[in-house]
């Protein structure tokens, strides 16, 4: 019994022979099975360590990854409404005239009998390029109307929606000033 690969069925007299002796590997199988199956599991437990490990990193780098790629897109984003509210301000002063030479030409196109009681000019917000024109003008009539419109017209704008009321001593003229490009 000082053997540790011992047979398992000792020989009896009378009753049976002991064991082949190819036998004797069986204790031997299962000591390399259970030592290779103890390997295994150490192998396996460090394996699904290391990829869990691997997992949380991968999740940490894909949710900084986001959040970097959210702040980009936001960034990205901001320039683009600034571009647009900045390409709207250059379309609207593309679009829009100085209205001091409209002024001046009515102005000047008043006869010795004739002045400007009131004059205004608005501009359309949405079409800079329209300007809504009310002059009222003491004395002169419609021949001062007449005048001072080709003045106008010589700066490159055109009347649309012209409206003229007479008065007793005034005339009242509305028109939306459109600047014709050349």
Excluded: C
């Excluded at 299962?30 to 199956?37: E, G, I, K």
């Excluded at 003008?137 to 012209?162: V, W």
């Amino acid at each position: 019994m000082n053997d540790p690969i011992h047979d398992l069925k000792t020989e009896r007299q009378n009753v049976s022979a002991g064991l082949p002796p190819a036998y004797k590997l069986v204790p031997a199988a299962f000591y390399l099975v259970a030592a290779a199956s103890a390997f295994l599991s150490l192998y396996f437990y460090l394996g699904k360590k290391t990829y869990q490990a691997t997992e949380a990193e991968m999740r940490d780098r894909i949710s900084a990854a986001q959040a970097e790629e959210s702040t980009l897109v936001a960034s990205q984003q901001a320039i683009v409404d600034e571009s647009k509210q900045a390409e709207a301000y250059a379309k609207w002063l593309e679009g829009s005239h100085p209205l001091q030479p409209v002024a001046v030409a009515v102005g000047r196109s008043m006869s010795k009998d004739s002045t400007v009681a009131a004059l205004t000019l608005n501009r359309n917000p949405e079409i800079p390029a329209h300007t809504f024109l009310q002059l009222k003008i003491d004395g002169g009539g419609s021949g001062q109307i007449e005048t001072t419109l080709d003045a106008i017209y010589a700066l490159d704008y055109q009347t649309y929606s012209a409206q003229q009321v007479k008065g007793e001593k005034s005339t009242d003229f509305q028109a939306t000033l459109i600047h014709s490009a050349n």
